[in-house]
Structures are given as C-alpha cells and as structure tokens.
C-alpha cells in the first residue's frame, strides 16, 4: 500500500528554520516525482516545490525561491523540504504528494497519492 507521511512541522518564530520530511512505503521512489504543497485557512491548496524522480529538475514557488530547498534520498525513501527564513505567511498545513514518473509542476492535479499533512505555524 502506497503511503506518504510527512512530519517535521511546528511552531516556530518568524526568520527560524525547519525541515520538513516526506517518508514514503509501499512504492519504489525513484519512479516518483514528489511535490511539497500547502493550504493556509480558507484558501487553496498552493504548490510549493517540486523534485523529480531522478532528482535533477526541482521547482519552486515564487513565494519561497531563495528560502526553502526540497532534496530527496531514494535509499532512504525520504523528501525533504528545508524551508528557511520562515515568514508568518508560510503558516499552513503541508502536504507530499507522488505522481509517477511525471513532470516536476506545482498544480495539484497531477498528482495521485497525498499525505496527511503537518502543520507549519510561524509566528511573528
């Protein structure tokens, strides 16, 4: 059964830093392209950043070029997201999603297997 969960999330002061992990079961990650998205309260759920299954094309969000970094380690089946310079607008729930072998985007739609998700809150 194919599983993501992800963990890593907190409360945490504007200008601070965290990472966030992606840890996968029940499929072999180096066939997978994993986008990182996030939904703030009463609004849609936006992508964030995105890596391909090779590991060699990344995307990221206007909103976060510069601060935050996905990565991935397929021994581990494990992505991760370093967000750094945490802003108070970063606050959300943050969701790992898995298409496979697509192409690195930031829409949803593509994308067929969700986690959880982990609450970011950055404070002020």
């Known amino acids: 059964q194919l599983q993501l969960v992800e963990s890593g999330g907190g409360l945490v002061h504007s200008g601070t830093s965290l990472r966030l992990s992606c840890a996968t079961s029940?499929?072999?990650?180096?066939?997978?392209?994993i986008g990182w998205f996030r939904q703030a309260p009463g609004k849609e759920r936006e992508g964030v950043s995105c890596?391909?299954?090779?590991?060699?094309?990344?995307n990221y969000a206007d909103s976060v070029k510069g601060r935050f970094t996905i990565s991935r380690d397929n021994a581990k089946n494990t992505v991760y997201l370093q967000m750094n310079s945490l802003r108070p607008e970063d606050t959300a729930v943050y969701y790992c999603?898995?298409?496979?072998?697509?192409?690195?985007?930031?829409?949803?739609?593509?994308?067929?297997?969700w986690g959880q998700g982990t609450q970011v809150t950055v404070s002020s």
């Open positions: 999603a898995a298409r496979l072998f697509g192409l690195c985007v930031l829409s949803t739609a593509p994308y067929n297997y």
């Open positions: 029940g499929f072999p990650l180096n066939r997978y392209t």
């Open positions: 890596i391909s299954s090779s590991g060699g094309s990344t």
